[in-house]
T-cell receptor, first 112, second 116 residues
């Protein structure tokens, strides 16, 4: 039973355009969401997060939007750059737990 | 900068062998985690530890055990390796300053294990 779903295994975007990565979750007890980025042969690195009390968090080219009623979050990257090509994981946490629940990841390919 | 290191980047073992994967973090983090990453499945938590000598089962603990004798070191043990344990193993650590605050997990580079 996947509580965090990333339904697109891959996404291809032209350099300079906007990349939108999506994530859906089923557990309304999740109160904190994170996006991680992973290059091949490296561990994931933290990118951006959002608390459930917010609907938007922005950090430079990266913005995460949270729609609690739809149990949906998205990561926007604008403008997309070649170095953004990586696998992006969405993760969620329940307040009372140390664990993160992870999505399967979306491979983003930025075309020159 | 937080640094999480893993003892091996690549490992090849035979079925039935006992396998040790070591993880060390240098930021005095309380929490440490072991995940495996498989294509299409994302990261799945095997075990985690929130203190020395403490351990908690994650989602897929079967066939694995862990050891945390020192705060900075968290070991994953495959008692008798099997081919279905071929995977990428990722160690992570995080600092829980307060139960009300959010912690970020920092990952090591991963160990790609092949069991023949």
């Amino acid at each position: 039973d996947q509580q965090v779903k990333q339904n697109s295994p891959s996404l291809s975007v032209q350099e300079g355009r906007i990349s939108i990565l999506n994530c859906d979750y089923t557990n309304s007890m999740f109160d904190y969401f994170l996006w991680y980025k992973k290059y091949p042969a490296e561990g994931p690195t933290f990118l951006i997060s959002i608390s459930s009390i917010k609907d938007k968090n922005e950090d430079g080219r990266f913005t995460v939007f949270l729609n609690k009623s739809a149990k949906h979050l998205s990561l926007h990257i604008v403008p997309s750059q070649p170095g953004d090509s990586a696998v992006y994981f969405c993760a969620a946490r329940k307040d009372s737990n140390y664990q993160l629940i992870w999505g399967a990841g979306t491979k983003l390919i930025i075309k020159p | 900068d937080v640094k999480v290191t893993q003892s091996s980047r690549y490992l090849v073992k035979r079925t039935g062998e006992k396998v040790f994967l070591e993880c060390v973090q240098d930021m005095d983090h309380e929490n440490m985690f072991w995940y495996r990453q498989d294509p299409g499945l994302g990261l799945r938590l095997i075990y985690f530890s929130y203190d020395v000598k403490m351990k908690e089962k994650g989602d897929i603990p079967e066939g694995y055990s862990v050891s945390r004798e020192k705060k900075e070191r968290f070991s994953l043990i495959l008692e008798s390796a099997s081919t279905n344990q071929t995977s990428m193993y990722l160690c992570a650590s995080s600092q829980l300053r307060d139960r009300g605050l959010r912690e970020t997990q920092y990952f090591g580079p991963g160990t790609r294990l092949l069991v023949l």
